[in-house]
């Protein structure tokens, strides 16, 4: 009954954006029905469409959690995106320092990147914990200036986001890409550090398919957020902070340790968007991967009202729309994938509204109640 | 004046008004009393167009009316001030109180004429505000008289005010009520909305009680006492005065040194205080609020920040000045904080993990590693809610589902749970109606009687008088006098309230 409740809204949002942007659809000139057909069918073929989807998903499961977890707290961390790139960028590196890169130079004659091997069994360990621990520091940093100097943690994420790609731009640049590629991209990290894709072990799911285990990760991670947040002191401490801060202050909790920490946390699980497009996607560093994930995680936390279990709803949602969106441009008549985009923001635009009905709602109930 | 007849009115299940009848008679005071959730406020919200009702009708001057909205109300002369003002901060009084209603044309607003007639009208009731004032300048209690101004500006000849004394310094209530006197010889009719008996015996000519939608009386005010009033109300015999043996106290539990606390650019909210708190006592503090009461609990209980106070506490021949809120919790300091939706409860959580708020992060509220014992902290919340009858008694629910009283009962259940050598507690029974309020003040008693220290703040002059043991006068954050409550009178402890004592420079240390 209060799933449903929580289920209600959302539900609503998304269906009156459907209508509102198939309206869109037949006024540029096709057939609202023809298109939403071609999405979702494209979507959710097997194994093509489901596996793509569950694919764009897992970045979106990472960082809807991210945001999910510090919104938690209070906090709105808009810096996501610059997380998972310096953390996807230290997944790289270490795995290409680690795992032995050696490429062919010019005449032939090898450059080596990384002197060391390590076993896999070593390496992909040790290249998923740095994109968590690289994304959990850099995450800190906004926790720990609104902690002391009460800097506003949605200037210095974003200021954040500025810093990081800028900076991993330049040691892509300059260190770390193979020489003539004329692509802003690393050398390939070591194959030591690769991880399997779903079709390596999911019968009837070709390998060619980019899925992979950090998809697994993504729905461990949710399990493990959820446990962290609602079973644990530690989530209760963020939890009653984020509710507020004077009573989790009066209850004995530090409500600064408690941003930090919140911030840290959302950080490292934005940071593990690095393991799916490094070690098990491109495994190499692709400069400016991300298609907004940062971002659009806000959207998918709102969307599955900053909970675990809502968070990978809203994630798989979008994952149909981006999947179904490269479809739609290519066999609609007029529409082109920018309704994708058009669709995906009157989601949140019908959410954010929902949003704020709800709380007019409880407003004016609690009105009513408080002295009847 | 005004008449409401059968009024009903429906919130989704709960009937707010069940078929009311109040008839309120011209030039009178009117006081329509009971507790929270009662349905006062809506049956006046609905005479002020808030609401609608479901049926019933309103009767105004002997003709039924509708209305509909605020607009209807004011145009038949029908005033409301509500508990929490509404005023815009940055502006001046006179620009206040023509928001709305702005005289001239709609492009050039005649704010010098409107501070003339707002001069005029101050001065017939004798309210004594400036127009050209800044509303932010301006203390509580004018600040009120300013939205009785708003009102009167709009020619209201009927004034309902919900919960008018609840914000007010026992000295600004007896203005307050000289004021609502004057009203009265000019020929006002008010409606006053309250749970406080004794405002209603003193201030009151007409009674109506309601209770769980209903009214369920009507008296006039010179034929009834607070007995009656308060049997009518709570629908059982109530214990008005608190009933204590005589406090036996033990050994010294805390003992307060020189103690200042600075609160802003280089102002000090407390000025140098000193006292001893004893096991088997309760020790009140009486004042003014705004005087240290604040700054005093909160210290005490390790919420401000070490670089704002001197001096030293001393518990339990500990010096703990310098232990953070946890650390004073762990050594069996209790708080009940004044605010209980700022500081004392998560109103979005539920009950139960309410009631580990301070607790949560040591057993038994943790069972293996940082892991919460789920189940254990729900069996024990509805341990806690029957033994201090929090109703609805459903630990799911969130905190903010509750009434005041119910919120305050169950903070005094999970701080009174840890069986504290002192408890810290500040405005126990502030919106609290008046069943609980006589549950909560029999549990300070027996939590005395136990060998606990209390240290009791609140702004009812009549609360602290009644509990404490000791009474302790704080004005501009010192201590200007002990009294015994049992021999000193009110008006003894309101002078020294007011700063007006002889032996203010010499505090007892």
Known sequence: MKLLRELLFPVIAVLVAFVVGGVIVWVIGDNPFEVYGLLLGSALTWPDGIGYTLFYATPLIFTGLAVAVAFRCGLLNIGAEGQLYVAAFACAWVSIKLGGTVIKGFDGSPIVYGSTSLPAVVLVPLAVLTAIAVGAAWGAIPGWLKARFGAHEVITTIMLNFIAVSLISYFTQYYYKAPGDPIMQSVPVGAAAHIPRLGDFVPGLPSRIPVNAAFLLALLACL???????????????????????????????????????????????????????????????????????????????????????????????????????????????????????????????VAVGVNFRWMSNRFSMLRRSKV | ????????????????????????????????????????????????????????EIVVDGEPRQIQTPHDAIRLGIGMVHQHFMLVDTMTVAENIVLGAEPGSAAAIDLSKASEEIRALSNEFRLSVDPNALVHDLSVGQQQRVELLKALYRRARLLILDEPTAVLTPQEVEEFFAILRRMREQGKTVIIITHKLSEVLAISDDVTVMRDGRVVGRVKTKETNAAELARMMVGRDVLLRVEKPEARPGETVLSVRDLSVTVGAGERGLRG????????????????????????????????????????????????????????????????????????????????ENSILGLHYRKPAVSVGPLLDLRGIRSRAREMIQDFDVRPANPDLPARALSGGNQQKLIIGREFGLNPKLLLISQPTRGVDIGAIEFIHRKLVELRDEGCAILLVSAELEEVTSLADRLLVFYHGRVVGEVDPKQSTQEEIGLLMTGGGDESQNSER
């Open chain 1, 224 to 350: 493990l957020v959820y446990v962290f947040l609602w079973r644990t002191k530690w989530g209760y401490e963020i939890r009653a902070t984020g509710a507020n801060p004077s009573a989790a202050e009066y209850g004995g909790i530090s409500v600064r340790k408690q941003i930090v920490l919140a911030m840290a946390v959302s950080g490292g699980l934005a940071g593990m968007v690095g393991i799916n497009e490094v070690l098990g996607y491109r495994h190499l560093y692709y400069h400016e991967f991300s298609a907004s994930y940062g971002f659009t995680g806000i959207a998918v936390a709102l969307l599955g009202r900053n909970h675990p279990l809502g968070v990978i709803l809203a994630a798989l949602l979008f994952g149909v729309l981006l999947r179904g969106g490269i479809f739609v441009d290519a066999f609609s008549e007029h529409v082109t994938k920018d309704l994708v985009e058009v669709l995906q923001a009157l989601v949140i635009l019908f």
């Open chain 2, 1 to 56: 004046m005004l008449e409401l007849r059968a009024i009903t009115k429906r919130f989704g299940e709960v009937l707010a008004n069940d078929h009311i009848d109040i008839r309120v008679e011209p030039g009178t005071i009117h006081a329509i009393v009971g507790e929270n959730g009662a349905g006062k406020s809506t049956a006046m919200r609905i005479a002020y167009g808030f609401y609608t009702a479901d049926s019933g």
């Open chain 2, 273 to 352: 205080v000193s006292f001893q708190v004893r096991a088997g006592e309760i020790v009140g503090v009486a004042g003014v609020e705004g005087n240290g009461q604040t700054e005093l609990i909160e210290t005490l209980a390790g919420l401000v920040p070490q670089a704002r106070v001197s001096g030293a506490v001393i518990f339990r021949e500990r010096d703990i000045t310098k232990a953070n809120a946890r650390q004073r919790y762990e050594m069996g300091i209790a708080h009940v904080p004044e605010d209980r939706h700022r500081r004392g409860l998560l109103l979005d959580f539920d009950l139960s």
